[in-house]
């Protein structure tokens, strides 16, 4: 079973699939796989480079395989740019990094330079959890372990020992969950997204909202995201923006990366009230820091929204193409505004084929958001149109200014 809409994908897979299949037909059938013995893993390579919201939904899976196999030692090979997500991460070892060319823009011998020094260690387990086959041919295949592991929804298959089972569409998180499963772990407990930031990392947060004037309570807004299909529209955002601030009486912070900022300052320049504006200013893990300081992050489809789910802090999520069932932010108190287009099961999310040219998210209107940015809260924001009130956000008593 194929996990790929895009067409010619697809039958590009196909294709590649049915040649390699063809090819590493004798290896198939001469290869003995045997079972997994957790006491035969004593180190363990996690393979995914893209993307940095893909990264973060992989990281649950990462405590209870520590669990499992207590005595192995844990490396997760991801691109430079997810590193920093990995940092600090008490379940992990060692982070390798390197920029798939498949995926960014690199050079070849960069390529080969990562294979020759992998192939010089012998990894017990190798476990490729994207499903895509590429990154099995290339990053899988050519290492000496034990054993493969990994879906075969985006082909490749074939290359791998132990083929993960994938009965059905389910978020991503559960996704990655069940190849832990699937080796034996036991996920049932108190999930631990891994990301931890120092008391010295916190205190440079804090020192930047200090410097920047931001109050103690605030909403993050990120209008950005990699894909321009996946984004609401700088001129809805700035309608968001001032409901925010005029009827809830919260600051409003608004994100972005670098390559975001004229976006961010067309936001700004449309709305009537003057936010506070962090974009292009901070690094992935002072992001995460500001975020885990906010009372709210409201965003589209983009890993600045995962990053919030994963610290805990109450989203709102502005889905248009992209599935909200696999993608969503993970967790019970987070929120999904979007409406029932039916060509986004379909949609690749890189080129709309509706005739109503972005129907899914030029349907959503502000009023739509506001109305459940209102029911996300700490506490109710009825509230706020009667005076202030004392409210608790993660344990920290915060107060809201009356409007």
Not at 168 to 182: F, M, N, Q, S
Not at 337 to 360: F, G, I, L, M, Q
Not at 383 to 389: E, P, Q
Request: hydrophobic share 35%; glycine share 8%.
């Amino acid at each position: 079973m194929y996990k790929i809409v895009n067409r010619r994908k697809l039958w590009a897979t196909r294709m590649a699939d049915g040649l390699g299949r063809l090819l590493f037909l004798p290896r198939r059938l001469f290869r003995k796989n045997e079972p997994i013995d957790p006491g035969r893993v004593q180190s363990i390579l996690v393979v995914r480079t893209a993307y940095l919201g893909d990264v973060v939904m992989t990281l649950p899976m990462l405590r209870p395989l520590r669990q499992r196999f207590h005595d192995a030692t844990l490396s997760f090979l991801t691109s430079p740019g997810a590193r920093p997500l990995l940092e600090n991460n008490p379940y992990v070892d060692e982070i390798i990094t390197y920029a798939p060319f498949w995926f960014y823009p690199s050079k070849l011998r960069d390529y080969w330079a990562l294979i020759r020094r992998l192939r010089k260690r012998r990894f017990d387990l190798v476990i490729e959890v994207r499903g895509d086959i590429r990154e099995i041919l290339a990053l899988v295949a050519p290492l000496r372990a034990r054993y493969k592991v990994g879906y075969d929804v985006g082909g490749g298959g074939y290359l791998l020992t132990h083929v993960v089972p994938y009965p059905e569409l389910k978020h991503k998180v559960e996704y990655h969950l069940d190849i832990a499963r699937y080796l034996g772990c036991d996920v049932d407990g108190e999930m631990d997204w891994g990301i931890r930031l120092t008391e010295g990392e916190r205190e440079r947060v804090r020192g930047i909202l200090r410097e920047t004037g931001i109050p103690r309570s605030f909403v993050c807004v990120h209008p950005g995201g990699r894909l321009p299909l996946k984004r609401w529209g700088g001129e809805n955002f700035s309608r968001l923006c001032d409901r925010i601030t005029q009827d809830l009486g919260l600051a409003v912070v608004l994100l972005g990366s670098p390559d975001e900022r004229s976006l961010v300052a067309q936001i700004s320049a449309g709305m009537r009230t003057r936010p506070f504006c962090l974009a292009g200013q901070l690094s992935l893990r002072e992001l995460a820091g500001v975020l885990s300081e906010a009372a709210l992050f409201v965003g589209n489809d983009s890993a600045p929204m995962h990053i919030a789910a994963a610290i805990r802090t109450p989203t709102v999520a502005i889905f248009g193409p992209s599935k909200s069932v696999e993608t969503r932010p993970y967790g019970d108190t987070h929120q999904v505004v979007e409406k029932p287009v039916t060509c986004r099961s379909e949609c690749d999310e890189s080129h709309c084929r509706n005739r109503e040219h972005h129907a899914c998210l030029k349907s959503i209107t502000p009023d739509d958001v506001v109305r459940v940015v209102e029911t996300s809260m700490p506490c109710s924001a009825t509230w706020l149109k009667k005076g202030s009130r004392l409210c608790h956000s993660r344990g920290s008593p915060w107060t809201v200014r009356p409007t």
